[in-house]
């Protein structure tokens, strides 16, 4: 293998997702491609267009020239104007066109990265003109179609994969998100500390402090009397910080302790996908 020892694990994950995503929806009928997501506004077929329009930016495609309708009510920002154009161009695609056409993209990637040669910190394009490191790119690609696929599984009754090679990835990218939200998005105390105790497939204990200058850091040292705590599985983790269900709606599986404001506006403010 030609790709560098620190990109393979986004490799190895990004395939394990893909090909159980097209595991999840080669046998579906073309009723079923029309089933709700968790996804907000995206239905089975949305999610399948969605990552194929990832591969195909990753592949280095161009972007499809496209205009949106006015009444996507789920669309609201730039970036969700952006990551649209891929589903909306595909909406009225049949249920072989969809399956066909995932085929095809996992072919190209995987040669891709059989191919690939460029160093992590190689610069490459983002969304909406940005660059980052291909690391980066990679890193954030593994997560987006994990979580993708955890979408389609709910939506088709079929759970799994809660600790593949991208459930990992999806830590790390989660906790690492963790400090601005206790920190910035929900003003906790200066010199506090937040706890998140997350048991079932993946499990973690972490600690969120934040110094005298309001800022947060990421700890794997437990803290003694923190402002706040919560103690929740995996799923339900993943659910919250990536904004598919309200806090409200999984009340009973969130365990609080602490500050009741400081923990309600942490819950308020813990979705951090866009």
Request: glycine content about 6%; proline content about 7%.
């Amino acid at each position: 293998m030609s790709l560098h020892p620190t990109l393979q694990p986004y490799a190895d994950a990004w395939t394990h997702s893909i090909e159980a995503i097209s595991e999840l929806v080669q046998p579906l009928a073309e009723g079923e491609w029309n089933r709700r997501t968790p996804c907000p506004g995206w239905s089975v077929r949305d999610v399948v267009s969605h990552v194929i329009g990832l591969d195909s930016e990753m592949y280095g495609d161009p972007r499809p020239i496209h205009s949106l309708p006015r009444d996507l009510y789920h669309v609201h920002t730039d970036l969700q104007r952006y990551m649209e154009a891929q589903v909306d161009v595909r909406r009225h695609h049949t249920a072989p066109e969809m399956t066909s056409e995932l085929e095809l993209s996992i072919i190209r990637r995987n040669r891709q990265l059989r191919n690939e040669t460029r160093q992590p910190d190689t610069t490459v394009r983002g969304p909406l003109g940005t660059e980052l490191t291909l690391e980066q790119s990679m890193r954030g690609h593994a997560f987006n179609v994990w979580v993708h696929e955890q979408d389609l599984r709910a939506a088709l009754g079929r759970p799994g994969n809660l600790d593949s090679p991208g459930a990992h990835i999806a830590r790390d990218v989660l906790l690492a998100e963790l400090p601005a939200v206790v920190a910035e998005r929900s003003d906790a105390p200066r010199s506090s500390a937040v706890v998140f105790d997350v048991h079932g497939p993946v499990e973690f204990l972490r600690t969120i402090r934040v110094d005298i200058q309001g800022r947060g850091t990421l700890e794997t040292a437990p803290a003694l009397g923190p402002a706040a705590s919560f103690s929740l599985d995996w799923e339900t983790f993943v659910r919250l910080t990536c904004g598919r269900v309200t806090p409200d709606a999984v009340a009973d599986r969130v365990k609080t302790e602490g500050d009741p404001r400081l923990t309600a506006a942490i819950l308020r403010n813990i979705a951090v996908t866009k």
